[in-house]
Structure formats: structure tokens, C-alpha cells
């Protein structure tokens, strides 16, 4: 019963390649979530959605961008990949208005820039 | 700005043996706290939360306002407790953002 898939488990690309991350949730969450996750630095939070169009910076936005054109679907944008983007990225969603609410995770994506 | 610290990057605790996982955190109002953990080759998944109060495989945690910390505790640690530990937090004023910690890495010794 996978609830937040990521369209791919590894992802190759050269530098200064667009690479598009996509995620889907079928739970009807308002909010949904772009970390990228690295050891010794846990997660970090690129992005955030709330909405549909909605979006907020994270706390490391910078060589990132977001897309949000529907509820369920949620892009990650590297505009100009780079070495230091090689990391694994998570996405997750969680139900609005309930600041108890638990997030869920996707699979995860592998990243490798070259 | 809201943050949350893990001290420890690495634990190794002995089977058997009570297990304590630190994390301290800093908001202006009254977070929600968390606990996610991540096994082998698994998604990242909920372990628990403070405003529920509850023990989820023998886990608790107790939010110390006064000391800022959201500590997770389990008194006998299971060789399957092998795993990464991440606290979270979420601002309850405006929008929903969930920030963790750098998190854990607990290892259980047979």
C-alpha cells in the first residue's frame, strides 16, 4: 500500500544538466516536502508546499526550485545540477491543520551527479 | 527559527542494556515533537509523537519544556532497535514546517 512514490531510485546526470525529481501522494495532503538527506546531516529541508502553487523555502533552497500544479504531485527542480547536489532526496506529505499529523515518506531518490 | 539537535551522531548499546537518545531543540512557542525512525533498507516512518504520550516497541520519549529536550527512552534494547533515529519538530503558529535533526545512529550489540 505505497501511499508517496518517487518516480526514480537512481538518478545519473552531468553537470549542469535540468533534473526534474517527481513525487505523488495519493492520501489528499495538503502539505508535502523536499529534503535531501546526507550523513552526519540529516535531513534538510529544501522545500515546502501547503497548497496547490504554494511554496515556501526550506532552510538550503539555493541551486533548487519547486513545481506544485496539482494536489497530489510535487517537483523537485535542479535547475543546473551540479557535484555538491549528489545526495539522496526525500519526498513526504502530511494532512494540513493537525500540527500532530504524521508525515509520510517516500522511497527515496539516489542522486548522482557527474 | 526553529531547530533541533541530536548530540550524538553514534550509539552502540549492548542487548539488554537501556537505551537514551538525546535530542534538545529551540522554537519561540510550543512545538509538537517527534520521533522517525529509519531500518535498513526501509522509508523513514513515524515512531512516535509526544502529544500522544504513548510506548511504541517499548519506546518513550517526555517532552522537559523547561529543558528544551524531547528525549527518546527504552529501558531493555532489542537487537531490531538496530536502526536511524531522527527527532523532528513542527511549528504550531502559521505554517506546518517539519525540521529534524541530524539523527542517530543506534546499534544494538548482540
Known amino acids: 500500500d505505497v501511499k508517496v512514490t518517487q518516480s526514480s531510485r537512481y538518478l545519473v546526470k552531468r553537470t549542469g544538466e535540468k533534473v526534474f525529481l517527481e513525487c505523488v501522494q495519493d492520501?489528499?495532503?495538503?502539505?508535502m516536502f523536499w529534503y535531501r538527506q546526507d550523513p552526519g546531516l540529516g535531513l534538510r529541508l529544501i522545500y515546502f508546499?501547503?497548497?496547490?502553487?504554494?511554496?515556501e523555502k526550506g532552510d538550503i533552497p539555493e541551486g533548487y526550485s519547486v513545481s506544485r500544479e496539482k494536489k497530489e504531485r510535487f517537483s523537485l527542480i535542479l535547475e543546473s545540477a551540479s557535484t555538491n547536489q549528489t545526495s539522496m532526496y526525500l519526498c513526504?506529505?502530511?494532512?494540513?491543520?493537525?500540527?500532530?499529523?504524521?508525515?509520510?515518506f517516500g522511497q527515496g531518490t539516489r542522486l548522482t551527479v557527474v | 527559527a526553529q531547530r533541533v539537535t541530536q548530540p550524538e551522531k553514534l550509539l552502540s548499546v549492548f542487548k539488554g542494556a537501556p537505551v537514551e537518545l538525546k535530542c534538545n531543540y529551540s522554537y519561540s512557542g510550543s512545538p509538537e515533537l517527534f520521533w522517525y525512525v529509519q531500518y535498513s533498507r526501509q522509508r523513514l516512518q513515524l515512531l512516535l509523537r509526544h502529544i500522544s504520550r504513548e510506548s511504541i516497541k517499548g519506546f518513550t520519549a517526555d517532552l522537559n519544556k523547561g529543558e528544551t529536550s524531547f528525549h527518546l527512552k527504552k529501558p531493555f534494547a532489542q537487537e531490531e532497535d538496530s536502526a536511524m533515529y531522527y527527532c523532528?519538530?513542527?511549528?504550531?503558529?502559521?505554517?506546518?514546517?517539519?525540521?529534524f535533526g541530524t539523527g542517530t545512529r543506534l546499534t544494538i550489540i548482540p
Open positions: 513526504a506529505s502530511s494532512k494540513m491543520g493537525q500540527g500532530n499529523t504524521e508525515a509520510f
Open positions: 492520501m489528499d495532503h495538503e502539505n
Open positions: 508546499s501547503y497548497d496547490v502553487k504554494m511554496k
Open positions: 523532528a519538530l513542527i511549528s504550531n503558529f502559521g505554517n506546518e514546517k517539519l525540521t
